[in-house]
């Protein structure tokens, strides 16, 4: 069997083990993924100790006291600390998530903590998103709306929505773009430079079911492509992962669909 | 200075709180020469990016606090347990603040616009809320 292994200066090493100072009733682990840029070295895993009793329950609450009381070189992205941002995506334990999101309590042993899979790391638990925000701006995420008639041009009304058109968004709108489903995907992973991933299809799919919007063909023809869509094989990965809940690979089947019947 | 604002600066406030606020923010202040930044990377530094937040709140919260014990009525989120009434003789105004470099507050005040722009709508006097 072909035996497979990282790169040379890819390779984890074993990091820093920074143990608590004081005896605490509620001792827990966290071994976190750590790489600086600017040295020559290679990615380390260092290994850190809390007292949870003296810390918030979700892991960013522990990620956030490690930076604050035991190593500010930490770095990581957060912002809202409530799961509506999206920034705080990393792999937890083996599955991505939010950290704001993700109860220690959830995890029985040591918290393993290390940056989206597959994505080229800028530092520590911080992936470089620029690829697949630029295939985000590619599906032309904004509300379009052609129209000829010459009344409606001219007027400044609100474009309205009954509430049986707007429940074609549930399901759709509340992606927070964090991209653990995209960077969960095993099509991704391999193409992930053609294949636009489910975070951006399911965008897709959150513009061609707007019933303001006027260009649902234009938007199905466009990703109307082997690997721009086609890459999907129901493999499920991303539904699994998604921290709101929501259900990707159930859209993409939808733009599937609309696809073969509408095209 | 998180604290000071959530404890001493929140919703409800009154003149001894506020001041005790500031007296508490002071300490904080000096404390800022202290700073030290242990990351030193050039690459996604959120040590130097919160250490520059930091310093911004700090001046924001000194205005913030001065600003609060100066208007001696209740305004919205402004709710002053010593002043509990609205008081659009005398606070009808936008409050305004400087910091100088010495870290010394004035205060001073500019009205508020009272008309709309055009005349498609006319404007609204102001008037008490209640619910
Ligand atoms: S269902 Fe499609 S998008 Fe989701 S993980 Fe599988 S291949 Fe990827
Ligand atoms: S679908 Fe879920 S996992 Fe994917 S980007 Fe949106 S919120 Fe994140
Ligand atoms: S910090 Fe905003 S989603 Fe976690």
């Not at chain 1, 193409?191 to 399911?202: K, M, S, T």
């Not at chain 1, 991303?238 to 073969?260: D, F, H, M, Q, Y």
Request: charged fraction near 30%; charge should be positive.
């Amino acid at each position: 069997m072909a035996q497979f292994t990282l790169p040379a200066n890819s390779k984890i090493t074993k990091g820093k083990t920074h143990q608590l100072k004081e005896p605490a009733n509620d001792p827990k682990k966290l071994a976190i993924y750590r790489w600086d840029p600017e040295d020559d070295k290679n990615p380390r895993i260092d290994n850190y100790e809390i007292d949870q009793e003296k810390c918030g329950p979700m892991v960013l609450d522990a990620l956030m006291k490690i930076k604050n009381e035991i190593d500010p070189t930490l770095t990581f992205r957060r912002s809202c600390r409530e799961g509506v941002c999206g920034s705080c995506a990393m792999n937890i334990d083996g599955v991505n998530t939010l950290a704001c999101l993700k109860s220690m309590s959830e995890v029985k042993n040591e918290i393993k903590i290390y940056p989206l899979p597959h994505m080229r790391v800028v530092k520590d638990l911080v992936p470089d998103l620029s690829k697949a925000y630029e295939q985000l701006a590619s599906i032309k995420p904004w509300l379009q709306r052609k129209t000829t008639n010459e009344e409606e041009k001219n007027s400044r009304d609100e474009k309205k929505q009954s509430p049986k058109d707007r429940e074609k968004l549930d399901g759709k709108w509340e992606c927070v773009l964090c991209f653990c489903c995209t960077t969960s995907c095993p099509s991704y992973w391999w193409n992930g430079d053609e294949y636009l991933g489910p975070a951006v299809l399911l965008q897709a799919a959150r513009w061609v079911s707007d019933s303001r919007d006027s260009e649902r063909k234009e938007r199905l023809k466009a990703i109307n492509d082997s690997l721009k869509l086609y890459r999907c094989h129901s493999i499920m990965n991303c539904t699994r992962s998604c921290p709101k809940g929501l259900n990707p690979a159930k859209e993409i089947a939808g733009l599937k669909k609309a696809i073969v019947t509408e095209l | 200075m998180q604290h000071i604002m959530q404890q001493k600066c929140a919703v409800f406030r009154t003149h001894d709180l506020i001041s005790k606020g500031i007296e508490e923010y002071l300490k904080v202040e000096s404390s800022m020469d202290d700073i030290d930044i242990k990351d030193k990377s050039l690459i996604f530094n959120t040590d130097l990016v919160e250490a520059l937040e930091l310093h911004n709140l700090m001046a924001q919260s000194k205005v913030t606090l001065h600003s609060a014990l100066n208007r001696t009525e209740s305004r919205g989120a402004h709710a002053r347990e010593d002043y509990k009434e609205r008081d659009d003789n005398n606070w009808l105004v936008h409050s305004l603040a400087w910091l100088n470099d010495k870290g010394d507050v004035s205060m001073g005040s500019r009205g508020v616009h009272m008309n709309t722009l055009t005349n498609h709508v006319q404007p609204i006097p102001p008037k008490r809320r209640v619910y």
